[in-house]
């Protein structure tokens, strides 16, 4: 089976081919993130779009290599028993990511309860995606607030997210989020985002250099 990430770098031209139509929403990628919506909606079981498609949806357009999904460790235990085997297969024996046989993209399932970044426990958690998610374009999306908070946490708390940062400032900088966005957030949060858009609002415009 063909791993997605892998034939982008192994095929530039196919790889610039890819990352146009994903911002047509033609790529593999959406291919699959359709389609595991579908079946996900099938099972109903609460899930929410998180990670890069939920940064594209939110309008910080981006390509992205995978799908990833907010789930409960019960309906994760329901997707694996659904999907195993029918168009998906487990990355690895007893890992809890699947990935789409016909695109070969990744699927991966963060589980309410974990913590993001490093891991370790703090204040900021993957939540119950029940009744924190928004419809765009028919896919159920992590709240913005929520989004914003884990990517913050993440890159507080481990040197290898530090992309989790720059995508909160590139979403205070395409969004135009107010300095008062800060109040959705957890306390714990708050300093990290004060001094993005600060930072975001001190810096010449990019477009003007």
Do not use: C
């Not at 290599?65 to 329901?78: C, I, N, S």
């Not at 789409?100 to 589980?111: H, W």
Request: glycine fraction near 8%.
């Amino acid at each position: 089976m063909r791993l997605y990430e892998r034939e982008l770098r192994r095929r530039p031209d196919w790889a610039l081919r890819e990352g146009s139509m994903h911002f047509d929403e033609k790529s593999a990628v959406y291919d699959a993130l359709r389609q595991v919506v579908a079946r996900l909606s099938e099972l109903h079981v609460p899930f929410a779009v998180v990670g890069g498609m939920a940064l594209f949806q939110h309008g910080l357009r981006r390509f992205t290599e995978g799908v990833d999904l907010l789930v409960t460790r019960e309906a994760l235990e329901q997707v694996h028993q659904a999907l195993d085997g029918r168009g998906y297969v487990p990355a690895f024996r007893g890992s809890k990511q699947l990935r789409d046989t016909a695109a070969g993209v990744r699927i991966e399932f963060l589980v309410l309860g974990q913590f993001p970044g490093d891991g370790k426990p703090k204040p900021v958690a993957f939540p119950d995606p029940a009744g924190r998610t928004i419809e765009i374009n028919g896919i159920p999306v992590l709240r913005l607030p929520d989004l914003i908070e884990l990517k913050l946490a993440s890159g507080m708390t481990n040197p290898g997210r530090l992309k989790d940062l720059s995508d909160v400032q590139e979403l205070i900088r395409v969004l135009q989020l107010p300095a008062d966005f800060v109040e959705q957030l957890n306390p714990y949060v708050r300093d990290e985002y004060r001094r993005l858009w600060k930072g975001v609002h001190e810096s010449p415009d990019p477009q003007l250099g």
